[in-house]
């Protein structure tokens, strides 16, 4: 990228010649199906096509310069870094797993929504501005220099470390069971092959790489994502724009859920791993714990957000504070396109399989049509789909279909009639997605130890070389132990995922917004908040999981941030008030953080 | 230098009550709604039960506006007081 001025005015002309290059490729794939391709060549089709194009921005974008390395050079414009950050967001288990959840959980789950659109309100108005106009690197950066001292910086990498270990590991599970359903190799082999994808795109160019492969993946994902709900919509007549059309779904949802007898008929027997219908789709209970657990799950979700690095680093890349505060609402945006359609995608899903009416409907109907049809045959071979005719009637009732809700976004393809290079489109989705996400949990990782450990603690007087080839050598170990760990299959997908937001908040949360927005908080004060948030969220997350504790008020290990968080504000409250007030030089740099004009804190120090 | 710091002071007093009006706004639309959804459900909103319709959009779509606005609400606080970038 020898033009770098000339490819960034060029941006929206080079992205837009991409996404039609790529719809271009979705129609030579189906032109493919019609002259008689099998299904399995076209999932190949799109899976290396689009590995082979993320690699290529990766190669283009390789990088010795630290600026570009750890920051994109800082000239990623607001529009554009809001793709990038859509795509770091939503990981597989946003692609695939969410309507799955909502299918499956109904009102309850959709906590996930609210909590993973909402906390970007916290990113905006309480953090990124401030980071932005700081300068660093990395957020332990931040904590290392606003607080001081390297215990301090320790204690931020620490957390850094296990929320995004946790969550990279699932990522990369991710990326590997759709290489393994694509491809046709064995998952164990699978891992090792997508970590050789996530790592072209970083590897060489590391933030720079990551923010461009990024934008191409948010591209194909949504595209992937927003098709076949669009399709599928208008061929089973549901309308042209589904999302703000499904409410009478929904109505019709809850007639037939009492027709079914949802709810009342229980699973006879239960089935390792899948489950059968139980939840009605849109009652929520008047029970105040069952209110409990809803916010509290949401107050784990945002806080997280607002405190993942993976996330927050994004947000050094833009050219200036106001456009880090910008990039934030696109982000947003970006993202919102998915999870609004998530819920639609799973009601209109779930009234193909109910609805009797509906040609594609399969409750009530004779169990031994049911078994003919292509998609249950597939899906039952391997393992995600069971039916069992538990009263011996011969006709399917809604507590004899079991499946796994993973499956929702994946099959709603093949339900619905839609033909079978949409089902290449979704894969490439949900890689896409995947991979993107972790890609930024990799960087983040590697850069917190190779910044903040290597450089700042252990040998300030690395030269720059030394130190990109440190933080490579460091990416490639993190995600070969992270390959190492999916390849055990530890964790279902979404529980991990829902850790690594509880322990970002219950070690960083209050550290980072009190850095912000309170002068009086120091270096004690922050240090016994993280150290305490942390341990204390294990301790209960431990307790509640193995140590056979009964969670409190329905706070169970999907919510132990609530705790750690709690134990985090006050350890930090009490020490920061028990010590002395930071000197005059912090104060002064809270005071310049807060304003946008001006260098950058971290500039004026050198 | 007296008059720059007084426009600071300013600054951050504007910015800090932006900030706690957005935070209560997202607040009601986080937590507030949420904890009603039973209650909400009983009303009907083109079909949809309310407090569904709270949580699977309603609540996504005041944070996507929301947003949007305090962007430029905080960009105006910021060229008033002189401390915008240039």
Redesign the interface.
Known sequence: MAMKGTFIDNLPKVYGMYTGGFLVFIALMAFAESMGMSAEAIGIWFVTFTVFIYAYIGWMSRTMQVDAYYVAGREVPPVFNGMATGADWMSGASFVAMAGG?YMGG?PY??F???W??G???V???MA?YLRKFGCYTVPDFIGTRYGGNLARFLAVLVLIVASFTYVTAQINATGTIAAAVLQIPFELAVWIALGAILLCAMLGGMRAVTWTQVAQYIVLIIAYLVPVFWMSMKQGFGSFP?FE??????KL?ELEVMHQVGVLKPVAAQAGLSALTVK??????DPIA?FR??TL??CM?MGTASLPHILMRYFTTP???DA??S??WS??FI?LL??TA??LATLTKLQVLDPSLATSIIGKSIADVNALDWVVKWSNVGFLKIVDSNGDGILQINEFFMRGDIVVLATPEIAGLPAFISGLVAAGGLAAAMSTADGLLLAIANALSHDLYYKMIDPKADTKKRLIVARVLLIGIGAAGSAVASLRLTGILGSVAWAFDFAMSGLFFPLVLGVWWKRANRAGACAGMAVGLAVGSWYLYMVKWGGMAPWWGIDDLRFGIIGALASLIAMVVVTLMTAPPDAETQAMV?EI????GKSVLDMSH | MSSGDSQ?DN??HR?KG??IL??SI?FI???VV????????QI??????L???M???G???V??V???I??KQ??KV?REC?????
């Open positions: 909502i009102h959709l906590a929504v609210v909590g659109t909402g970007y309100v916290l905006a108005v309480l501005p999302q499904y409410g009478a779904a929904v109505a809850a789709h849109s009652v929520a209970s008047s209110a809803f916010v949401v107050a945002m200036s504070v106001r505060r910008r934030v609402a947003l945006l919102f999870y609004f819920p639609a005071d807060r304003v946008p004009k | 600071k600054h951050w910015t932006l900030m957005h935070l997202w639309f986080s937590f949420h904890w009603f959804a039973s209650n909400l459900n009907t909103f083109f079909g949809w039960p407090g569904f319709y949580a699977a959009q609540s996504l779509i944070f996507v929301q947003l949007f305090f962007v905080q960009e910021d002189g401390v915008a970038e240039d």
